[in-house]
């Protein structure tokens, strides 16, 4: 066989084994984003409300069974209904706010600590299906437990292993994006280009010991010359091939978002049946979770067997095939937490000003966009006593408008040419108006005893109109926060700052439920909660829009840590 007919069957195997990869990619977000879709966002701070509620005692003689509670005209429950977790009594909403946070504290530190076995790629696989079956199973698991049995409270323990599992197999799946991306044909073809105009660059790595080229020391660009990177035709293909980057980035993404979507539309379509037929009992509320858990384990084979990586560990000697020293879980688990601290340090914060400015921004936003989620599913259910099939027609439309979401702004931004932070801006004003809309139920206008019988979030069929408005924001967001992310982190180290960016989004996402909790208990109108929503989201904007992408970028590009900088 000739060089160029080899080099062509070379491409050609790179081209298989990619669409393979991205298979196995594509299938576990499809596994995996129907216990968002259909458990965490939706049944499953119903069921633990729920679960409170059989359990519960209305304020504040706590002597008479939440079950008994008395309502109003518009079916509005008339007395709080709280539930006794060890000394104190707290709101039944309020139980399922605080299990989240205890769930994603719990999840930042799962993260924190597994940060270096995602980034080493033998490991990375072994490590997203091991979250995977904690969180799937414990999911399941809550088809066993009934809301009348004295360990209830199991309950939240399973919630929590169910959210950690998910939590930490996402930070794994993230690594896989920036390997993907150069995998993509057009991307392999901008990067030959550069290659042929400028030779020093240097062969891109071949397979690895598990066939899979997602070296750790190989970076998403390519290195350059600073004083020709912008000149000349080298500088030209350069700068095509890190938007053909970006964009790939971006677009994969999106896909998995659509395809999560339209995985937790499908189960939801199927669990609203026995719920509307057993009129939202506890028992339908926990075949919909434990569905989601069966769900996203039987999907997640595909992902088993196309994600690259071996599923068993070869034993080696005293050193890596590299001559590195010996991989050790307790060793990687120690250093993920020092080089935490060591990222986190002023001076690589310094070095890294923009990939820091954005994530101080997406702290802010993601949990805003979280919280708004949960605390609006708990607003229709405890405030506008919303029914279960209801509800559930939320969670179908919510996900419904992000999927047009997600594939449509891409399209959008192609024809007006924004870049991607231009895109997140926009996206992220839109979302605050769904709080600030939800503040203007205060207003004496609206309401039962105002002039106007709907606005200001008082009818539950303003829910259904604003599903579709902020699925359609969320959709899109998710995906353009992941891959604008991809633009400023330091090549070779993507699983590390994916996880800190898991991270970032986990440790907000603990405080937010918390506040929102707390203002429940404190006020007894949870609808006080938009308030703190709509000034969380606002702070992040004018951080968000003083990143400089091209500086950033560059940055990152150059971007080296030395140990003995400590």
């Not at 060890?86 to 989240?100: E, N, P, R, T």
């Not at 929590?160 to 794994?172: E, L, Y």
């Not at 000003?353 to 919280?371: Q, V």
């Amino acid at each position: 066989m000739s060089e160029e007919n080899e080099e062509i069957f070379a491409e050609e195997h790179d081209a298989r084994r990619n669409r393979k990869h991205l298979n196995g990619w594509l299938s576990y977000a499809f596994a995996s984003e129907v216990f968002v879709i259909v458990s965490l966002t939706l049944f499953l701070p119903i069921c633990l409300e729920q679960f409170a509620r059989d359990n519960g005692y209305l304020s504040p003689e706590h002597v008479e069974p939440c079950a008994h509670a008395k309502v109003n005209v518009e079916g509005i429950p008339e007395a709080r209904c709280v539930v006794k977790i060890l000394w104190s009594w707290i709101d039944s909403a309020s139980f399922s706010l605080y299990v989240y946070s205890i769930s994603v504290a719990l999840q930042a530190l799962t993260v924190i600590s597994m940060g270096g076995i995602a980034n080493h790629p033998p490991h990375r696989k072994r490590a997203l299906l091991l979250f995977a079956a904690l969180g799937s199973i414990a999911a399941t698991l809550f088809l066993a437990l009934p809301s009348s049995s004295s360990l209830w409270p199991i309950s939240a323990l399973l919630a929590i292993c169910a959210n950690v599992g998910f939590g930490a197999s996402v930070v794994a799946m993230n690594a896989y994006l920036p390997s993907l991306a150069k995998g993509s044909a057009d991307v392999v073809q901008a990067l030959s280009e550069m290659r042929a105009a400028d030779t020093s660059f240097n062969d891109r790595p071949r397979d690895d010991a598990n066939g899979y080229n997602d070296r750790a020391s190989e970076p998403l660009l390519p290195p350059s010359n600073p004083t020709e990177a912008d000149s000349g035709s080298s500088g030209a293909l350069r700068k095509n091939y890190e938007t053909l980057v970006s964009r790939e980035i971006s677009r994969i993404s999106s896909l998995g978002i659509a395809l999560g979507y339209s995985s937790g539309i499908a189960l939801l379509l199927l669990a609203l049946v026995p719920v509307t037929k057993l009129k939202g009992s506890t028992f339908s509320l926990r075949l919909a979770i434990g569905l989601s858990g069966i769900w996203w384990a039987v999907f997640s084979v595909p992902a088993a067997l196309w994600l690259p990586g071996s599923l068993v560990s070869r034993r080696r000697g005293a050193s890596d095939v590299d001559g590195h020293e010996k991989w050790l879980l307790r060793r990687e688990v120690w250093e993920a937490w020092k080089r935490l601290g060591q990222m986190l340090r002023l001076r690589e914060m310094k070095k890294l000003r923009n990939t820091f400015l954005y994530l101080t921004a997406w702290f802010l936003l993601s949990d805003g966009f979280t919280t708004i989620t949960s605390t609006a599913i708990l607003f229709g259910k405890t405030t506008l006593n919303m029914s279960p099939s209801a509800l559930i027609l939320i969670g179908v439309i919510t996900p419904s408008s992000g999927i047009i979401g997600s594939l449509l702004w891409p399209l959008l931004q192609r024809r007006l040419g924004y870049s991607n932070l231009k895109i997140l801006v926009i996206l992220v004003v839109m979302a605050s108006m769904i709080p600030a809309y939800g503040c203007l139920g205060f207003l004496p206008l609206f309401g039962e005893q105002g002039k106007m019988r709907f606005g200001g979030l008082t009818t539950q069929g303003e829910m259904f109109g604003l599903a579709v408005y902020f699925g359609s924001v969320y959709g899109a967001f998710q995906g353009y926060a992941r891959a604008f992310y991809a633009e400023l982190i330091p090549p070779g180290e993507e699983a590390r700052w994916y996880g800190l960016f898991s991270i970032t989004d986990k440790s907000s996402s603990f405080l937010g439920p918390l506040i929102v909790g707390l203002i429940a208990d404190m006020t007894g109108n949870i609808r006080y909660a938009f308030f703190f929503l709509v000034a969380m989201i606002w702070m992040a904007v004018p951080l968000l829009m003083s990143v400089d992408v091209e500086k950033g970028r560059s940055a990152a590009s150059e971007y080296h840590y030395e140990e003995q900088d400590q």
